[in-house]
């Protein structure tokens, strides 16, 4: 254990989460001495969330600990996040005695079997001299690629064990950066080059392939407007004049949707084409040309055949596809296709400057965006709250803006938050949460309160289940989806003074902007999460839905088709 703990400083791994158990003893006896910090979480789900918004941020492996039994099933949720959203990280399990494993002992479960469907490689130690080797593969795997978890299971005999290993022999093992064939590239280019109303569709991949500026450079040299999806969020700053919006059937924009519908053309680098972006598939491929740029060859072709389909990582594509351009001619001049796109942007924007009360859920994000600085980062996970941080939060930088995308654990927002400002204590960071998702996990909080890791938690609480009520309505239904905080319920201000963390309730809109500056302030001074939970308006809703399948019979307007976009 004393060698793994060796190859994980080497790493670049400096902190860790996790709780000590029987069975992962020895790891944690090698850890006493060294440089590696250790975050005592409440559950062991918790700790692979604030793993996982560690490893978001700094963009290497997260690495989350437990010990044998429920330890490893508790933390399937998370390895199916990181799984899903493609982020690097790493489970160790402790483990029973080999010998006892066929023998239904105490907490002793197939862990590697249960993880297997949920990671990039799930893996038993079988001899202490493997253990070094074993964890460099760990991390090269998880980094690989399109990238993931990995789990390592250690049963106690084996972690006992000892090995030959000197650190100053070994170092981390390599890992490839796919380039794109030139002939792909070029393809890709005269495509693009024969579009009229071509699009740039940013996906996660952009941003865990470090490729922001490679993209920004593409697209302002050929005047070509840029989309993201909600995990591409922040791979291209939203004030920019060749921002395009969102696409989707939830967290999208109407603008976004109705440039998409417009295009021609869409290059899509690191997108997995998720049903939530795509809504009907018919809508959204028709009369447009696909290039399915990905790192992952099983990823093109998966939702839909491309025109054409490029294998490689976002940057070196990206950086060949700019200079392929370059090559081709000077730096474009903006044409009526931009013009167009920002010609929606400017006309068909929601509003968020409403002063009702109950608080309108809008102008909850009209007040974070104007109050917190273009580089804070931000943290949300799912529900109504999500669709409304999509569709209304700003975002501008890399690495700005993290949210469990495809799986959507509740609970996911508080840890991964916990674990975004351990890595960078410098910066400014704020959980955007929902009132029941706070709940799932909110025993995080007294973590973040024992180790002063401060943050702001902005609530927004309609007392409801707030997406599933929506959902229901179809249905004349509101079944099981009351959240009441009166008598018997959860008063949240209350719960986080109980774990020694400050918190204020807000109800009228005008308010806002205050709580926000006071709770910074206290998070600040005292090292404290802060919790600022906003009342909104009960029945509110989304806008989402058939944003794409409510325009099956769409066909491109006739200007649209006979418009001379020469220029």
């Known amino acids: ?14 902190t860790v989460f996790g709780i000590p158990g029987a069975a992962i003893l020895p790891l944690y006896a090698a850890l006493r001495n060294s440089s590696i910090r250790h975050i005592t979480v409440r559950h062991e789900e918790g700790g692979t969330h604030a793993a996982d918004g560690w490893a978001r941020v700094t963009g290497n492996v997260g690495v989350c600990i437990g010990t044998s039994g429920p330890a490893g099933t508790n933390m399937i949720t998370g390895l199916y996040t990181a799984l899903a959203d493609s982020i690097p990280m790493i489970c160790v399990t402790g483990q029973a005695v080999t010998s006892k494993l066929h023998q239904e002992a105490f907490q002793a479960v197939d862990i590697v079997e249960i993880a297997k469907p949920v990671t990039k490689w799930a893996v038993q130690l079988k001899e202490p001299a493997q253990a070094p080797w074993v964890f460099r593969e760990a991390f090269r795997i998880a980094r690989s690629g399109r990238p993931g ?20 022999l070994d170092a981390p093992l390599p890992v490839e950066v796919p380039k794109p064939l030139p002939k792909a590239v070029r393809a890709a280019m005269d495509l693009l080059e024969e579009a009229r109303r071509p699009i740039i569709l940013a996906g996660g991949g952009v941003i865990i392939g470090d490729a922001t500026g490679e993209l920004r450079a593409l697209a302002e040299h050929l005047q070509v407007p840029v989309q993201v999806t909600l995990m591409g969020k922040g791979a291209f700053p939203e004030d920019h004049p060749l921002f395009a919006g969102m696409a989707g059937t939830q967290t999208q924009t109407r603008w976004g949707n109705a440039a998409f519908l417009e295009s021609d053309l869409v290059l899509a680098v690191g997108a997995r084409f998720g049903d939530r972006h795509t809504g009907d598939l018919d809508v959204y491929r028709r009369g447009r040309t696909f290039v399915h740029v990905d790192i992952d060859p099983l990823q093109i072709g998966r939702v839909f055949e491309p025109d054409l389909g490029v294998l490689g990582h976002a940057r070196p594509v990206l950086a060949e596809l700019r200079d392929e351009a370059r090559r081709r001619g000077g730096p474009r001049e903006p044409g009526k296709w931009p013009r167009r796109v920002a010609e929606l942007r400017g006309t068909m924007g929601r509003r968020d400057d409403f002063d009702d009360v109950p608080i309108k859920p809008p102008r909850v994000f009209r007040e974070i965006n104007e109050y917190f600085p273009r580089d804070t980062t931000f943290v949300t996970a799912i529900g109504l709250y999500q669709i409304w941080s999509g569709q209304f939060q700003t975002t501008y930088l890399p690495r700005r803006y993290l949210v469990c995308g495809q799986a959507g654990p509740l609970g996911w927002e508080v840890p991964a938050a916990m674990g975004v400002k351990l890595a960078h204590p410098e910066r400014q960071v704020v959980a955007v949460v929902g009132d029941y998702s706070f709940q799932f996990l909110m025993e995080e909080v007294a973590v973040a309160a024992q180790y002063r890791v ?23 239904m509101n079944y099981a989806v009351d959240l009441h905080y009166g008598e018997g319920g959860i008063d949240h201000v209350k719960a986080m003074e109980a774990f020694g963390c400050p918190a204020r309730r807000v109800e009228l809109p005008g308010d806002i902007r205050d709580a926000l500056a006071w709770a910074s302030a206290e998070a600040a001074s005292k090292r404290l999460p802060v919790l600022v939970e906003v009342m909104v308006e009960r029945e509110a809703n989304a806008a989402m839905g058939p944003s794409l399948e409510a325009v099956k019979e769409f066909e491109p307007l006739p200007e649209l088709i006979t418009a001379d976009w020469s220029d």
């Not at 990995?150 to 650190?167: E, F, M, Q, T």
């Not at 943050?455 to 929506?470: A, K």
């Open 1 to 14: 254990m004393e060698a793994v703990v060796k190859v994980l400083e080497s790493e670049g791994v400096d």
């Open 149 to 168: 978890p990995v789990l390592i299971d250690l049963p106690l005999d084996v972690a006992r064990g000892s090995c030959r290993y000197d650190p100053d």
């Open 454 to 476: 401060p943050f702001v938690i902005v609530m927004i609480n309609n007392e409801y289940l707030g997406l599933i009520r929506q959902a229901e309505l179809p249905y004349g």
